[in-house]
């Protein structure tokens, strides 16, 4: 049976289960992300009745593929890939959404797998143009804040990167994709919380490290993925900036799980191994 290392569980039952669709309308766009934050008058956060199983419900497995890609999938098997390049391993996988950056050909591809249900650009129709993207799947949200970017060549200009994020059961996790400066307030405020942030740490191609550091800081979410090493030196002295503040966890695993009931209780950072999806793993 293919594992495509995940094993993923999660119900999202935090959103009315909806058909497919994007919208364009900013006040059709739900998030208890953002709505935490602003901590709105009347939210009610909801406590599950029985855990009795966690592994089996309420968890998000997050596998780490390649470079910045990396799989979510639900417990009713609704798979994203980030910065999906085309390429994921020998399997026979197809993701039912892929989110792409516009930052060079590591950050999405010109001729995505054609049976991909919802290929998602980070970058608008139009130049300068935020993407402005809003997919609800039933028990995934994946949802976009616009920031700036360039290439390792040139300026690409404004709002040509995403940060895309996805709200799964209640978790918040959120993919900084090509980043290239430190969001703005009214960039973190659209953002609001993220549980889990999966982060370039190169500290050239895209943000310095001290800077990412400080965001990191300021976001203070319980998880923190690196990606976008480009090399262990470039990991090492990431995680040699953020030891001070967070616990450092070595998986040695390409995979992780994680739930609302097992997020840590201190900000941690845990290091995945990245592994193509092939198709003779068990």
């Known amino acids: 049976m293919l594992r495509i290392a995940l094993a993923l569980t999660a119900t999202l039952s935090l959103w009315a289960v909806a058909p497919a669709m994007a919208q364009d ?3 059709r ?3 208890h992300c953002i709505a935490l934050v602003q901590n709105t008058p009347g939210l009610e956060v909801i406590h599950r009745a029985s855990l009795s199983d966690p592994l089996d419900n309420f968890t998000v497995q997050i596998g780490y593929v390649d470079h910045a890609m990396l799989v979510i999938r639900t417990q009713g098997g609704t798979t994203a890939v980030t910065d999906y390049a085309g390429y994921l391993g020998t399997a026979d996988f197809v993701p039912d959404v892929v989110t792409m950056n516009k930052a060079h050909s590591t950050h999405w591809t010109a001729n995505p797998d054609p049976r991909i249900p919802h290929v998602l650009k980070g970058w608008g129709d139009d130049y300068g ?3 402005n993207r809003y997919l609800d799947l039933g028990d995934m949200v994946v949802r976009t804040v616009s920031t700036d970017i360039r290439s390792m060549w040139s300026d690409l200009g404004e709002q040509a990167n995403s940060i895309f994020i996805f709200e799964v ?6 993919h900084l994709g090509h980043l290239h400066h430190e969001p703005t307030a ?3 405020a659209a953002i609001g919380r993220l549980d889990v942030v999966m982060a ?3 500290g050239g191609y895209t943000i310095p490290q001290t800077t990412m550091i400080e965001i990191m800081q300021r976001l203070r979410s319980s998880i923190v993925i690196p990606m976008h090493w480009f090399g262990r ?3 090492d002295r990431f995680l040699a900036g953020m030891e001070s503040d967070f616990i450092i966890d070595r998986r040695g695993e390409s995979f992780m799980e994680v739930s609302l009931r097992t997020l840590p209780s201190s900000p941690t950072v845990v290091v995945l191994e990245p592994a193509f999806i ?3 793993d068990d």
């Open 169 to 174: 059961d209640g978790l918040c996790i959120g």
């Open 129 to 131: 143009q935020p993407a």
């Open 200 to 202: 370039p740490v190169d």
């Open 25 to 27: 309308t900013p006040d």
């Open 233 to 235: 030196p470039n990991l």
């Open 29 to 31: 766009r739900p998030s």
């Open 278 to 280: 092939n198709g003779d």
């Open 186 to 188: 009214e960039q973190y």
